[in-house]
């Protein structure tokens, strides 16, 4: 059963609220301290007044460091609004990108960085040339945390179950196609099945990227049964392994298309049907009306994306 919040006597102090916010990122309370500036007692005083005010513990101890309630993952995301709108209200409201200087932290594959930095970067040097980039990987976990505590700012790429606090919006659909070395017995000539269940294949999965179990499961089910040789965590070191042996490799469409322009490989369609994924932005809750954010999301809509796009939906995993 919800517990019904205490009637308040005066307004609750917002040291409070940015308290819980905290605690909730970090589930921990030395680490809310540390990132707040605050001692041990005092961190234990604001979480025992909070306690009072709601009616509700809140944060129960486990081993290592605290879980929320049910009442507090309830408040979270409203709390977290609140303070994103006061923050909004004593921060520069309008972002001016040729004046501004800050990093983005982008999380995103090899693939995605080969894709979309090159053009980024252009965009950048031309219209906010004191922003600079940070591209960055890592697994759905610290995706998760990083998002949530704006060490990371937004992620790129098809990443189902970040949770309901992430926003999505979708980019351009994607799909896999093949990079084999150029021959002249087959360059320019289409893939046939037969010769891809008869080709050794090597497949890249870089970390938090989830499509690659589909391909996989394509290539492995009966109708195909393709032989995996060699797995990866770049796609990036798929393209010289594979311009020097008989191999060939799956990869999205895009990075193949810039792929073959600088070695001796070619793209061909596949034979086989893999599913067609969308390729997404990726940002917490908490940032949705940052200003500064909110102009590299259109940025990169209006560079990459198609009108057939999904506009940042919440998410729902």
């Known amino acids: 059963m919800r517990p019904t919040a205490r009637p308040l006597t005066r307004q609750i102090d917002l040291n409070l609220l940015e308290l819980f916010d905290t605690i909730y990122q970090t589930r921990n309370l030395t680490a809310c301290g540390q990132r707040l ?76 960085e080969r894709y979309f930095l090159p053009k980024l970067l252009a965009y950048l040097g031309e219209h906010a040339p004191g922003i600079t980039v940070e591209s960055l990987s890592a697994d759905l976990r610290e995706l998760g945390e990083g998002l949530a505590s704006g060490d990371i700012d937004m992620a790129m790429g098809f990443i189902p179950g970040l949770g309901k606090q992430i926003h999505q919006q979708t980019l351009f659909p994607e799909h896999f196609v093949y990079v084999r070395r150029k021959d002249r017995a ?19 999965a870089p970390p938090a990227t989830h499509h690659l179990a589909a391909v996989e499961g394509v290539l492995l089910s009966r109708a195909v049964r393709a032989e995996i040789a060699l797995r ?45 994924f969308d390729l997404n932005m990726y940002w917490h809750h908490r940032y949705h009306a940052d200003p500064a954010l909110t102009w590299l999301r259109e940025s990169l809509v209006e560079l990459f994306g198609s009108q057939q796009g999904k506009r940042g939906r919440k998410g729902t995993s």
Do not use: W
């Open 37 to 112: 500036g605050l001692s041990q007692p005092a961190v234990s005083y604001g979480l025992a007044k909070l306690r009072e005010t709601y009616g509700d513990p809140l944060f129960v101890r486990m081993q290592r460091g605290v879980v929320p309630t049910p009442f507090a993952e309830q408040l979270s995301i409203p709390v977290a609004s609140a303070l994103q709108t006061v923050r909004t209200t004593i921060e520069r409201t309008e972002f001016k990108p040729q004046d501004a200087n800050r990093s983005f932290r982008i999380a995103m594959s090899d693939a995605g």
């Open 186 to 204: 087959t360059q320019g000539k289409p893939l046939t099945l037969g010769q891809l269940r008869n080709s050794r294949h090597i497949l890249a």
């Open 232 to 276: 990866v965590r770049s796609f990036l070191s798929v393209l010289p392994i594979v311009a020097d042996t008989n191999l060939i490799a799956p990869v999205p469409s895009n990075f193949g298309r810039l792929a073959v322009r600088e070695s001796n490989l070619e793209i061909c369609e596949s034979p086989v049907k893999f599913p067609v």
